[in-house]
């Protein structure tokens, strides 16, 4: 029997789409929060969870940063999802017919430029494939979802225009987190991702960055966030270039830990191909 994957949204979200996407002999398992999603493999309900962590076009997804650290899963894989954003309605209806639109609020602005021009209002949802399935379920005539064309097939709607988006770069990565920690090298090219709060002493974090450039390590994100509700406690969440068996990445860790007061390797894991 095969295992579940768990993913915040509903059926046809793009978060089951990177579930296909990375795992298609798992099933997908909607869930309605991320903390829901982390509670189901934590609770045995699902064997994996794929989590957004960040978009091409509106940066990091918020609160990942924060639970990631205190899920108690690993990364184990990243994939990159296209958000294609399709308008999609009741079969049988046309582009005229629509007078509002219904998405998630980080999806509305990404298609601001096709709903003027169509004099659609546009109407936030707390889900994209949710506001598919309410349309459907509720037969609602003259009302839209902004989803993707897996939601329409999963719903039963008709898509009235595609890729609407007004960035056609518009993409989301996506980790696959796991209870296991599988940090064996599966690949020749391997990103090691975590968090550290450096010491509170004077150029910590400068101090703390040098061992990656003395040591040669590619740094491909660094973002701060606060913890704790308190100014003055940052932490950084991190990916680099490697593994932690590699030895320049190792000896780069080694002094970063010099100099922080927490670190940890959320997981290494093989660089997507959709990387590039």
């Known amino acids: 029997m095969a295992g579940k994957i768990a993913f915040q949204g509903a059926l046809g979200a793009y978060g089951d789409e990177a579930c296909r996407t990375t795992r298609p002999d798992h099933i997908p398992l909607p869930?309605?929060?991320f903390e829901e999603t982390i509670h189901a493999v934590k609770s045995g309900a699902a064997a994996l969870a794929a989590l957004p962590v960040e978009n091409s076009t509106y940066g990091r997804v918020a609160d990942i940063h924060r639970l990631l650290p205190d899920s108690g899963l690993h990364i184990v894989d990243e994939t990159f999802v296209r958000v294609r954003i399709n308008l999609m309605a009741l079969k049988g209806s046309t582009l005229s017919d629509i007078k509002v639109a219904r998405g998630h609020p980080v999806i509305l602005p990404q298609c601001?430029?096709?709903l003027d021009a169509h004099g659609i209002t546009p109407e936030a949802a707390t889900d994209n494939a949710g506001a598919a399935a309410d349309i459907a379920a509720a037969g609602e005539h003259g009302a839209a979802a902004l989803a993707s064309e897996l939601a329409a097939e999963i719903h039963g709607l008709d898509i009235l225009a595609r890729d609407i988006e007004d960035q056609s770069h518009n993409t989301t990565r996506f980790l696959i987190m796991s209870p296991e920690n599988n940090a064996a090298r599966r690949a020749e090219k391997m990103i090691t991702t975590f968090v550290f709060q450096v010491r509170n002493i004077p150029a910590a974090l400068y101090k703390a960055m040098g061992g990656f450039a003395t040591n040669g390590v590619n740094m491909t994100k660094l973002e701060s966030y606060m913890v704790g509700g308190?100014?003055?406690a940052t932490q950084f969440y991190a990916d680099v270039d490697g593994h932690p068996?590699?030895?320049n990445v190792r000896l780069a860790l080694e002094e970063l830990a010099?100099?922080?007061?927490?670190l940890?390797?959320?997981g290494t894991y093989p660089a997507s191909p959709l990387r590039n």
Request: charged letters at 40%; proline letters at 0%.
């Open 31 to 33: 869930c309605d929060s």
């Open 112 to 114: 601001r430029s096709f």
């Open 258 to 262: 010099f100099f922080t007061d927490r």
């Open 264 to 266: 940890e390797i959320l």
């Open 245 to 247: 068996d590699d030895e």
């Open 230 to 232: 308190a100014f003055t």
